[in-house]
């Protein structure tokens, strides 16, 4: 039977160093963001999820933000290359984490740049935001290794925040949730729901219906469960700060053998 890990990487010492682009930089506490860290991934071990810890990237104040570093479609790892170059140490120690669980490994080679966090799949559909830190060369590299998987690749743009996933995520039926001021094209989906609070874009499926979400988001809460769904809500505040987001935090790892 499958397993369920989540990959997770403690924040470092410089954290509060962490790049910002589309926000205004305010005072990050460290020892406030290591608690709520610690606290996010307790609410993945408590709804099953095994977590799987990262060696320590401490000269990167982003590598918390493990996302970026691999994208998942079944059991192949792609390995990014980030677009903010002060982000590409950050891959090595991913690589090889994915690497002994059990993957097959593929990278993405230079010049391309790709950022997990653009990278959104709903079932076999893959859509990949591109503008930002993740350009076309991204793009192609990342078709050429998931689409003989059977992805469907879909690029779409980003413009008005930091990645592609930073403005949509989705609800567990495919349903694509956003905040609309920050959504380039609500049209390149399938099916788009808006949600009243930017933080209210960002859901971690759980499984069974439970969706973690930050708990700066109570009517985007309150929405989903008028639809059936159970929020489950941490605070990450200090990472809001520096544009992350409750998918930023891990990655779910759901093929894998036992």
Known sequence: MPSRRALIRRPGPRLAE??????????????????????????LRD???????VAPAEDCPDAVFVEDAVVMFRNVAL???????????????????????????????????LDGGDVLKIGDTVYVGRGGRTDAEGVRQLRAVFEPLGAKVVAVPVSRVLHLKSAVTALPDGTVIGHPPLVDTPTAFGSFLPVPEESGAHVVLLGGGRLLMASSAPRSAELFTSLGYQPVTVDIGEFEKLEGCVTCLSVRLRDLPS
Not at 47 to 53: C, K, M, R
Not at 86 to 97: D, G, I, K, M, Y
């Open 18 to 43: 962490g790049l910002v682009t589309h926000i205004e930089r305010t005072p990050v506490d460290p020892g406030l963001a290591l608690r709520q860290w610690e606290a996010y991934a307790q609410v």
């Open 47 to 53: 709804h099953g999820w095994e977590t799987v810890e």
């Open 79 to 113: 390995i990014t290359r980030p677009g903010a170059e002060s982000r590409q140490p950050e891959t090595a120690a991913v690589e090889e984490a994915v690497a002994a669980l059990g993957c097959s490994v593929n990278r993405v080679r230079a010049p391309g740049t």
